[in-house]
């Protein structure tokens, strides 16, 4: 089955983020919500979802965010 959004409709799109992401519809913590709404560009057929899930890894990956190490471990 392809997830791309040439090959998939809306409610298909919304179903994909739901089932991999999990409990949504719960949102017992606050951070569903959040992941919701990174991928909702790709549910609304704006961005493939590959693009998202690259762009999050490229912010994670630079550390631009992130904590810096230090000798005894890490600070903010």
């Known amino acids: 089955m392809s997830i791309l959004i040439k090959d998939t409709t ?16 719960g949102a017992c913590d606050g951070c569903s919500a959040g992941l919701v709404e990174m991928y909702q560009d790709y549910i609304d057929g ?6 998202i899930n690259m762009e999050f890894r490229a912010q994670y990956v630079s550390g631009d965010d992130g904590p810096q190490k230090s000798s005894c471990g890490y600070a903010r």
Do not use: F, L, Y
Request: no cysteine; charged share 60%; glycine share 4%.
């Open 10 to 25: 809306r409610e298909e799109r919304e179903r994909i983020v739901a089932e991999s992401i999990g409990n949504i519809d």
């Open 46 to 51: 704006k961005r493939e979802i590959r693009d």
